[in-house]
Nanobody
Framework: QVQLVESGGGLVQAGGSLRLSCAAS????????MGWYRQAPGKQRELVAR???????NYADSVKGRFTISRDNAKNTMYLQMDSLNAEDTAVYLC???????????????WGQGTQVTVSS
């Protein structure tokens, strides 16, 4: 079983910064990708950024240049540094882990409970 616990959300003024963390516990395989998604009220869940166990990253266009995703594999922890926040970034941010036992195995997907980020304008 895998548990994902997010922290670091809160209320910040536009132009400010926040740093989110996601700690994974349980059985973590070496073939995995961790990611941050967000969901605002009345909107679909959207990808914010993802990072593979090897360190490759991809970002949503809306956050490129403002957000930075990173991870510490030794601690099974992922981070999201969010700078130059604006009101459109207000959402619940959810941590995601996709992993496989082996290259040809099925992908197992896990989600955290989410942490609220509110940006006041």
């Amino acid at each position: 079983q895998v548990q994902l616990v997010e922290s670091g959300g809160g209320l910040v003024q536009a132009g400010g910064s926040l740093r989110l963390s996601c700690a994974a516990s349980g059985i973590i395989f070496s073939i995995n990708t961790m990611g941050w998604y967000r969901q605002a009220p009345g909107k679909q869940r959207e990808l914010v950024a993802r990072i593979t166990s090897g360190g490759s990253t991809n970002y949503a266009d809306s956050v490129k240049g403002r957000f930075t995703i990173s991870r510490d594999n030794a601690k099974n922890t992922m981070y999201l540094q969010m700078d130059s926040l604006n009101a459109e970034d207000t959402a619940v941010y959810l941590c995601n882990l996709d992993q496989r036992r082996a290259l040809m195995a099925d992908t197992m997907r896990y989600w955290g409970q989410g942490t609220q980020v509110t940006v006041s304008s």
